[in-house]
């Protein structure tokens, strides 16, 4: 059974930092692009970031572009996503989510972890 | 960027209705569209992918269609357990971009 665990949220100041993980089992890790996609309260979905196999090529949206940095450890089964100079517009549910082998879609999604930027 | 825009952004409508929700592209993506449900509290659910490709373990009842710029996502007949927000997402490239969603309400 796939699963994928994020961890890491929490409550940090404008201007900080805070790095998310994604713990991933039940599937050959290293054979699927992994992606985030996060969702502020009460609002759409937005994607974040995408990293490929072996995290050689990665992919930002623009509201996050050198802000962000997504990596993963395959070794662990892990994703990550460093996140600094947070801004209020970045509070939003942060999902995990596999894509699938098949096309750039997800077909496999974490619970989700909170962020909230606040002073 | 590739920009999705759904219509409508709500429906209200009653079990046993048939639903029909939009999603049109900014540019030709064929067919690499996929279909999303979210209720509240809980993740997106994979429903279609493809256009048109029902996700193992997704009721027949979900059915896509379209290509090109213009899809759409029908619900044959409405449950209560469909009531729900959808979301289409472009997978045409890797900048992924999602609709603004369309929220299936109970007249």
């Known amino acids: 059974e796939v699963q994928l665990l994020e961890s890491g949220g929490g409550l940090v100041q404008p201007g900080g930092s805070l790095r998310l993980s994604c713990a991933a089992s039940?599937?050959?890790?290293?054979?699927?692009?992994m992606s985030w996609v996060r969702q502020a309260p009460g609002k759409g979905l937005e994607w974040v970031s995408t990293?490929?196999?072996?995290?050689?090529?990665?992919y930002y949206a623009d509201s996050v572009k050198g802000r962000f940095t997504i990596s993963r450890d395959n070794s662990k089964n892990t994703l990550y996503l460093q996140m600094n100079s947070l801004r209020a517009e970045d509070t939003a549910v942060y999902f995990c989510?596999?894509?699938?082998?098949?096309?750039?879609?997800?077909?496999?999604w974490g619970q989700g972890t909170l962020v909230t930027v606040s002073s | 960027d590739i920009q999705m825009t759904q219509s409508p952004s709500s429906v209200s409508a009653s079990v046993g209705d048939r639903v029909t929700i939009t999603c049109r592209a900014s540019?030709?993506?064929?067919?690499?569209l996929a279909w999303y449900q979210q209720k509240p509290g809980n993740p997106p659910k994979l429903l279609i992918y493809?256009?048109?490709t029902l996700q193992s373990g997704v009721p027949s009842k979900f059915s896509g269609s379209g290509s090109g710029t213009d899809f759409t996502l029908t619900i044959s007949s409405l449950q209560a357990e469909d009531f729900a927000t959808y979301y289409c997402?472009?997978?045409?490239?890797?900048?992924?971009?999602f609709g603004q969603g369309t929220k299936v309400e109970i007249k």
């Open positions: 997402q472009q997978a045409n490239s890797f900048s992924r971009t």
């Open positions: 039940g599937f050959t890790f290293d054979s699927y692009v």
């Open positions: 493809a256009a048109s």
């Open positions: 990293v490929t196999f072996s995290g050689g090529n990665t």
């Open positions: 989510a596999k894509e699938s082998g098949s096309g750039l879609h997800f077909d496999y």
């Open positions: 540019q030709d993506i064929s067919n690499w």
